[in-house]
């Protein structure tokens, strides 16, 4: 299962595997942003009603960003669920940002995303059924980005399924030393650091699938 991953590891994963579930979120790709107040805990029952309906017992989750917490909070949730996890671009708690990005997550406009992440926004918004939300998509996610601990009620070490946790030297969110951290609290976890990369170059970079994410979910990465 794949959430809220698009770019080249959209592309080629669909390559790799018959049976793939591509989730978007709430308020992305072809999904309703809704009403309801957004928490993790939301999110992650939105991917079990998924899951269930489609008759899927355990799966691989390889999450972006939010989709990455979401990812978080499912492995120590729902341990029978989540057989592997890829957490790309992703925290375990509104600590993990970097200090000076708090104002600016606090008061995020679409129009601050525009002018840094330009076409990776004009593509989200051109998939998306209610392109026309996305401020109160972004207002709506501010709800989950300071929540505090989002994998509440169970913790880091409640994760038992192994992790690939992936960070770019260039996060615009995260320091690497914040991925270092997440590796270290996670029992069965790893940890790929992306040299010259920032956050939205995760998703888009082919040779991070091919040579990292493939061979860590078909099991050969020891």
């Not at 997440?182 to 040579?211: R, S």
Request: charged share 25%.
């Amino acid at each position: 299962m794949q959430i809220n991953g698009e770019g080249s590891i959209k592309k080629t994963f669909s390559k790799c595997y018959n049976h793939r579930i591509y989730f978007g979120m709430r308020g992305h790709g072809k999904s309703e942003l809704g009403t309801m107040t957004f928490s993790y805990e939301l999110l992650a029952s939105d991917v079990q009603k998924v899951l269930r309906q489609e008759r899927a017992d355990s799966v691989i989750i390889i999450g972006f960003s939010a989709g990455a917490i979401v990812g978080y909070h499912m492995a120590a949730n729902y341990p029978a669920v989540v057989k592997r996890l890829v957490a790309m671009g992703g925290t375990l708690s509104t600590e993990g940002y970097r200090d000076e990005q708090l104002p600016g997550l606090r008061n995020m406009k679409l129009s601050d995303l525009e002018s840094y992440f330009g076409d990776f926004i004009k593509e989200r918004k051109e998939i998306m059924v209610q392109p026309e939300r996305y401020q109160e998509l972004i207002d709506k996610l501010k709800t989950t980005w300071f929540q505090g601990d989002y994998l509440a009620p169970e913790t880091a070490t409640d994760i038992s399924c192994p992790v690939l946790i992936i960070g770019g030297d260039r996060d615009n969110y995260f320091d690497v030393a914040e991925f270092a951290a997440n590796f270290k609290q996670i029992p069965n976890a790893q940890l790929a650091i992306i040299p010259d990369c920032d956050h939205i170059g995760l998703i888009f970079n082919p040779e991070i699938l091919e040579n990292v994410i493939i061979p860590f979910v078909s099991g050969s990465d020891r």
